[in-house]
């Protein structure tokens, strides 16, 4: 079964500086992942998504991952954070066969920006 | 844009209630899902359906049961709510393929007393 692993439930970083959220995947067939963001009392919304067409993904709002299968790594990057990114993450990865469309999340990761 | 809609953001029940939560798409998403999220255990997978009145178990289903009567509609029952469901549920769809990814509605919070 396909697993992910966040590295890091908090991250902390200045405003301005880069931001990379780690997201390490398992799994036995290639992958499909996700990431979503989470603001406070709200549900989660698509960040960017790895479908094989391209190893190096760009998302909203200035976000970008690099799918690195030799690392077994699907990391989330930012060249310069914002206040506004201050939220929760999550990396996923969507399950194939008899369980087609079923996504298995990681623990999520808070970031917090500082002024 | 897919719009998911959660009927209710914050619930307050009682021990025993039976409590209906429910969730409308309007995509004509083929597949829906429940989660629950927790601090600190991310977000597990309570029920998903992949059709009208079909079901699947997910991860944590005790406690708990669903219904789709219609391919927009799906509804989380909890038969008799306990105090370890408080939590914030969420309610997903997708399109009926495995490289889609989830849209969300905004989430309800339960509170079981």
């Known amino acids: 079964a396909q697993s992910v692993t966040q590295l890091g439930s908090h991250v902390s970083v200045s405003e301005g500086a880069l931001v990379l959220l780690r997201c390490n995947y398992s799994s036995s067939v290639p992958p499909y992942l996700f990431w979503y963001v989470q603001y406070p009392n709200q549900g989660l919304q698509l960040l960017l998504k790895?479908?094989?067409?391209?190893?190096l993904v760009k998302g909203i709002n200035g976000f970008e991952a690099e799918f690195k299968k030799s690392e077994t790594s699907f990391h989330l990057t930012k060249p310069s954070a914002h206040m506004s990114d201050a939220a929760e993450y999550f990396c996923a990865v969507n399950q194939g066969g008899t369980n087609a469309g079923k996504s298995t999340f990681g623990d999520g990761t808070t970031l917090t920006v500082k002024p | 844009d897919v719009k998911v809609t959660q009927s209710s953001r914050y619930l307050v029940k009682r021990t025993g209630e039976k409590v209906f939560l429910e969730c409308v798409q309007d995509m004509d998403h083929e597949n829906m899902f429940w989660y629950r999220q927790d601090p600190g255990l991310g977000l597990r997978l309570i029920y998903f359906s992949y059709d009208v009145k079909m079901k699947e178990k997910g991860d944590i289903p005790e406690g708990y049961s669903v219904s789709r009567e219609k391919k927009e509609r799906f509804s989380l029952i909890l038969e008799s709510a306990s105090t370890n469901q408080t939590s914030m549920y969420l309610c997903?769809?997708?399109?009926?393929?495995?490289?889609?990814?989830?849209?969300f509605g905004n989430g309800t919070r339960l509170t079981v007393t």
């Open positions: 997903a769809s997708s399109l009926g393929r495995y490289y889609s990814p989830l849209h």
């Open positions: 790895y479908t094989s067409a391209a190893t």
